[in-house]
């Protein structure tokens, strides 16, 4: 009988130690954070982030990251490969009680929709819980309202434009194809061009839209119609017409 107490004794030890080796688990835990609104075409992040809740040290993370396809990535984390829509981020080891996260700077579209950002994370090693291993936040685009620029007349304003063969936008504008002209919105709703080849009107039919129509002196033919959107509570910007000419323009006017 005394013979076997040390058999038995070193298997009790050796199934205790096995046990609890066996125990020793990792648990990864995602979470996605991102702000609920954004605008049109801002600029916003989004952070993944990975934790190891278990006992033992997670090998091989891999984190798949899908993000929206009609959002722009400015900028992505080294170690996170992109493709298309999808970032694959990879680790060698998240030690346990330890967490890494992935920061990801993005654009929304310029279309009001809803964004889902989802994550999930794989190991090698064995896990606790693999329930925990994904998430995802969603992101609403709002289209903000149209900036309002009400004229209270009157109003000096100085007007830039520049003109080509082609409709354009103001954005397409440089500084060396810019004309700049002063004007004076009068409250009968005249425009003072301080040009005296053109008479001038103005007319405001709601809160953030203008259209200024400019004629000839000479003949009373129309030279110039510009019509335009507020850009700001200070600016409209818009395209313009020269049917003399049939060219096109692009322009801003904005308050001193």
């Excluded at 970032?87 to 920061?103: D, F, G, M, V």
Aim: glycine letters at 6%.
């Amino acid at each position: 009988m005394r013979s076997l107490t040390k058999p038995i004794g070193f298997v009790s030890i050796l199934l205790l130690a096995t046990s609890a080796h066996a125990a020793r688990q990792a648990d990864l835990n995602v979470g996605v954070q991102a702000q609920s609104e954004v605008s049109t075409g801002a600029a916003f992040t989004s952070v993944v982030q990975v934790n190891n809740a278990g006992t033992r040290n997670a090998r091989n993370v891999v984190t798949t990251v899908n993000l929206p396809a009609s959002v722009l990535v400015l900028t992505a984390p080294a170690n996170c490969g992109l493709s298309g829509s999808v970032a694959t981020c990879t680790l060698n080891r998240l030690r346990k009680n330890h967490s890494i996260s992935y920061e990801f700077e993005l654009e929304a579209p310029p279309t009001a929709e809803t964004l889902n950002i989802s994550a999930m994370s794989t190991t090698t090693s064995r896990e606790a819980n693999i329930g925990n291993n994904s998430a995802g936040v969603a992101v609403a685009v709002v289209e903000e309202p149209d900036p309002e620029f009400i004229i209270s007349a009157p109003v000096s304003m100085t007007a830039e434009a520049c003109i080509g063969s082609i409709p354009l936008v103001w954005s397409q504008c440089t500084p060396g194809s810019l004309i700049a002209q002063a004007l004076v919105l009068n409250g009968d709703n005249t425009v003072t061009t301080f040009n005296p080849a053109y008479e001038g009107t103005w007319q405001q039919t709601g809160s953030s839209d203008l259209t200024m129509t400019f004629v000839s002196v000479t003949n009373q033919q129309v030279a110039m119609v510009m019509t335009g959107q507020a850009s700001s509570a200070t600016c409209f910007q818009g395209t313009a017409t020269y049917p003399q000419t049939g060219y096109f323009g692009a322009w801003q006017a904005c308050t001193p």
